[in-house]
């Protein structure tokens, strides 16, 4: 098999007539369940699930509907729909998550299958956004451009997303289940930190035919078991190559053994990583494969003809041939500091010369991070159309991307965004803070966590000070269901509840896994380093109240600059080599503050 | 007589399904007439059951073992899968099982938590008939094996994937288009 077939340049990926046809036949079955439920024929326990697997839940103030955006992939005529959506139903806005998925909080139930029908239109969906299925595939937002690409995990992506969408078998399980598909060398889909992670890799054993490629024949190594929520479980490799045609006959095999056996009596237990911690990986690893024994080989197994048929599907963007880096860009570069401050966070190199990648920040300061507003939508659209070959990606670190920009056109593409309000030049860096919707939106939180994150925010204004503390990732959960993402953040958050009071639990040392490709690490204009693996936060003490978190988060901070080697050094490396205690007595240090906290904690208690 | 479905039709039901007891202990097996047997009955009361007039059959509660009667098969002209929340969906890999592993041919129905928006992925898991819990209508509840035309998965109903099926041209693989 040709290379090729693996390692494309997808755009988007386009309905063929039965895909087409089974989106609108959903639409169609939502429609009249909804009318069943409305005219008191089916209970609101029944009701439920049925329209959780259509992204609807009931949350705090409103319903929510969370619209699947498959693996954070966009085009233009899609994200003008989703602002539509967003004036016509909802208050103007909308909330792209940590999962490539946006979330309007304020439609009307009775609104909801007129809704899916305008996203139909347009190749659009809520489907499994929620609800004990296989939720929306996620992958790196690199994918199909990054240097250190191994396979276009877009295709592979789309391949699970037919697998997985009403897979007859598995539509029931024991609990919410979650697939990551990273592509390239680096991990930039944290694997390690799904319910399965499939990270492409070539088969250490062959070698490339043209000498060129560094290994043989295309696999996928296997993770099962990771994830966050209120057990965060780094995942546990149990297949190291997996050949590609038999993908989806192994995780049947997996799911079959989930589905039967993870735990359907406490939704606290009931995640496939408790089924793996309690039978140990090992023997999970058994299991699967005595089940595959009988699925191996069968129909299920992928062709050549079926990936291609897949990748064939998705539009190529359409690259002008160019020599190489853009002189003037350079020249710019030099001229404009700003400019350049820019580039340096938010300007990611590409695999075709003369394009880069850029990501726009939805992490303005007062602004809930990653909200958008209808207006904004458009302004994003008109951009993508105007500088990116019409397409453009969702980040979990909640931003946007355009994925095709030529670097000539990067100053032209710089200023328009900063008119707009993308251009906070913050991509990694402490303040472009992840955060879930939080006490403000989300029925299940014990703590907001919009505040919190704008506070932070607005006690590190000063960008000169966010450059020198360097690459951070600070996250923020408003409760145990982290959708926060706060146990791999380089500093977590986590909203807590004490007698009804809001608290926050502070922990530091998390990692979503080795974002960067080792042989990148270090090089110029590779913004975003990362090395290091996966790894979940420790808590460094007792919890705080609001106003005193960006006190807490200074005082890390002054820890890190006071102890670190050099400017390389980030945080997240002085906490690995120093462990957490300096962090922690510096925080908790004087006796007052000691005796203060015992006393909030006594008083909480 | 209850009526359930069956093929696709609403038809009265033969079988008299017999249940634990709360306390876990086993029915009375009634002298004549087709049962539907707990699993536990048929463990225990195998030769007896065997011996009387009128057919028999077994049901399996969701966290039973389909394995459990696989050798067993010949002797029923019933098996059941409890669903005792419709949200349990062990009762699809058991199904599937059946039909696939251990080659089951006869009637598989679905008991318990059943009701009109299962229907779809239980036929195609290999189910044929189905009891509906109280109160639902099956007659309207017939719809639901139309809610989809077509399906990307192999199943007991579909046994190739619809990405094999498209290879043969048989579907709309929307190639070169
Ligand atoms: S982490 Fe908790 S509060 Fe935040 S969105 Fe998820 S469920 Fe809601």
């Known amino acids: ?605 | 007589m209850a009526v359930i479905i069956k093929d696709r039709q609403v038809v009265t039901d033969p079988w008299q399904r017999l249940e634990l007891a709360p306390d876990g202990s086993l029915p009375a097996i009634p002298p004549a007439g087709d049962i539907l047997a707990p699993l536990a009955l048929w463990q225990v009361e195998r030769n007896a059951l065997l011996a009387r007039p009128g057919r028999i059959g077994v049901w399996l509660d969701s966290h039973e073992d389909p394995a459990a009667i696989a050798e067993d098969l010949r002797h029923f002209g019933i098996v059941a899968v409890n669903f005792p929340k419709f949200g349990d969906g062990r009762g699809y890999s058991t199904a599937q099982l059946l039909r696939s592993r251990y080659g089951w041919k006869g009637e598989l129905r679905a008991i318990g938590d059943i009701f009109r928006d299962q229907l779809f992925f239980l036929s195609s898991c290999g189910f044929d008939a189905y009891a509906l819990r109280e109160g639902e209508d099956p007659q309207e509840a017939l719809a639901a094996f139309g809610d989809f035309s077509e399906a990307y998965q192999a199943s007991v109903e579909r046994p190739v994937p619809l990405f094999r099926r498209r290879d043969r041209g048989v579907a709309d693989g929307g190639r070169g288009s």
């Open chain 1, 1 to 605: 098999m040709q290379a090729s077939i693996f390692a494309g340049k997808t755009a988007m990926y386009r309905y063929d007539e039965i895909d087409q046809r089974l989106v609108d036949e959903r639409v169609v079955q939502f429609r009249d369940q909804t009318r069943r439920f409305l005219a008191g024929k089916l209970s609101e326990d029944d009701f439920r699930p049925l329209r959780l697997r259509n992204g609807l839940y009931i949350q705090r103030y409103a319903p929510m509907l969370r619209v699947a955006i498959p693996y954070g992939l966009l085009a233009t005529r899609q994200l003008r729909t989703l602002a539509h959506i967003a004036r016509k139903w909802d208050r103007g806005y909308g909330h792209f998550s940590t999962r490539q998925n946006i979330q309007f909080n304020w439609p009307k139930l009775e609104d909801v299958p007129d809704i899916l029908a305008e996203l139909a239109k347009v190749q659009m969906h809520a489907i499994q956004t929620s609800g004990n299925s296989v939720r929306n595939i996620t992958t790196d937002h690199f994918a199909g451009i990054a240097r250190d690409e191994i396979v276009d995990s877009f295709v592979w992506c789309e391949l699970l997303r037919q697998w997985s969408t009403f897979h007859p078998e598995f539509s029931y399980l024991p609990r919410k289940f979650k697939i990551a598909v990273n592509g390239a060398e680096a991990d930039r889909a944290a694997t390690f930190l799904h319910d399965v992670g499939l990270h492409a890799v070539r088969d250490p054993r062959g070698t490339g035919s043209d000498g060129a490629s560094p290994g043989g024949e295309i696999g996928f190594r296997v993770i099962v078991g990771g994830g966050m929520g209120r057990t965060p479980i780094i995942g546990h490799v149990i297949n190291e190559f997996l050949p590609w045609p038999h993908l989806l006959t192994y995780l049947e095999a997996i799911f079959r053994v989930y589905n039967r056996y993870g735990r359907r009596d406490n939704i606290h237990k009931a995640r496939i990583k408790i089924l793996v911690k309690a039978r140990t990986p090992e023997k999970f690893r058994e299991e699967v494969e005595a089940e595959w024994a009988h699925l191996k080989d069968g129909p299920s197994t992928l062709t050549a003809e079926e990936v291609r048929r897949v990748e064939g599907r998705f539009t190529r963007p359409a690259y002008g041939k160019l020599a190489g880096d853009d002189a003037g860009h350079a020249a710019r570069l030099a001229a404009e500091p700003a400019f350049a401050a820019w580039a340096r966070r938010n300007v990611h190199p590409h695999k075709v010369p003369g394009y880069a990648a850029v990501t726009l920040s939805l992490k303005k300061t007062g602004v809930p991070p990653g909200d958008a507003t209808a207006d904004q939508m458009d302004a994003v659209a008109d951009l993508a159309d105007r500088y990116s070959l019409g397409e453009l990606r969702v980040s979990h670190e909640q931003n946007l991307i355009l994925a095709d920009v030529r670097q000539s056109e990067l100053h032209a593409l710089w200023q328009a965004a900063k008119a707009l309000g993308f251009a906070t030049p913050n991509i990694g860096l402490l303040t472009n803070i992840i955060c879930c919707p939080g006490g403000d939106f989300c029925s299940l939180a014990n703590a907001k966590s919009i505040p919190v994150a704008q506070a932070i925010q607005e006690r590190f204004d000063d960008l000169d000070y966010v450059y020198d503390i360097g690459e951070l990732d600070l996250n923020i959960s408003g409760c145990m269901n982290s959708c926060g993402h706060h146990h791999v953040g380089h500093i977590g958050i986590l909203g807590v509840d004490k007698n009804g009071e809001e608290w926050y639990q502070i922990s530091i040392g998390g990692n979503q896994g080795r974002t960067t490709p080792s042989p990148l690490l270090g090089k110029e204009g590779v913004p975003q380093s990362g090395g290091g693996g996966a790894a979940l936060g420790k808590v460094i003490g007792p919890s705080f109240a609001r106003e005193q978190i960006p006190d807490v988060i200074e005082q890390l901070i002054r820890v890190y600059l006071g102890r670190r080697e050099s400017e390389e050094e980030r945080f997240i490396d002085v906490v690995w080599r120093l462990g957490i205690d300096p962090f922690k007595e510096h925080v908790y240090g004087s006796h007052h503050q000691r005796q203060a906290s015992r006393n909030r904690s006594l008083a909480a208690a």
